[in-house]
């Protein structure tokens, strides 16, 4: 499969001009910062090759995904930093405009084993390779090699098992690479395992589940895009209702 597609500039890409307060946050802590989009914008472009297969192996209850890729975007919209700006801005000023060119390449793998009806084996792997740079926003501005702002290995499994009286157990572990997100921080590699016991009930015609969640439950905390945002285990238990 071949595709390419174009974005033009929405309103806020060419026409921004704003005035506000640093934040951490954004890793610009200036007391005022102006926002200005740069003139003359031109389209994003996305051009996409893949080929991939798809293998459902009835007898076994074996289902095998597998795609490679070739994702190539041009002239994408992002954020600068620009000192000294002659006329009337004389605050730092953070300039919209086409400043990234990247190639992602990469392939993903699924496995689905269904050995009979109540139990589901399932993984997924993905390798992704960036090749490109952007200019950084934070000072001074410099292009930075953009291989690093994806994870460039990520996995999962997951198990999940149906017993009788409408009651479900399953597990799910996750394992992602250490990643320098794009207008986020530089956050470690992580691993995770979410675990869910699922009780279906009827009452006359209304149907509902009660589900008792532990989310990170090796409880290895981790940091999620910001520096600041802390994922710890988290349980809780959710009731929904169909009628």
Known sequence: VASRGYRAPGLLDREQAQIYRGHLASGLDDPEISV?????????????????????????????????????????????????????????????????????????????????????LAGQFSHIFLDGEYLTRTPPPEYVDMRSSVPEYAMNLLVSYTFPWQIEAGANYYKQDAVDWLNGHVVDGFERLDLRLAKGFDIGKTSGLVELLVQNALGKDYLEFHDFNTFERRTYLRVSLNW
């Open 36 to 120: 200005i989009s740069a003139p003359d914008q031109e389209k994003e472009r996305v051009t996409n090759y893949e080929i991939g297969y798809l293998g459902q192996f009835l007898r076994t209850g074996l289902t095998l995904d597998i795609k490679f890729f070739q994702e190539e975007l041009d002239k994408i919209v992002n954020e600068y930093r620009l000192d000294g700006l002659e006329g009337d801005i004389d605050q730092v000023t953070i300039v919209r405009d086409n400043t990234i060119d990247v190639t992602a390449r990469g392939y993903e793998v699924g496995l689905d084993y269904r050995p009979f009806s109540r139990l589901l």
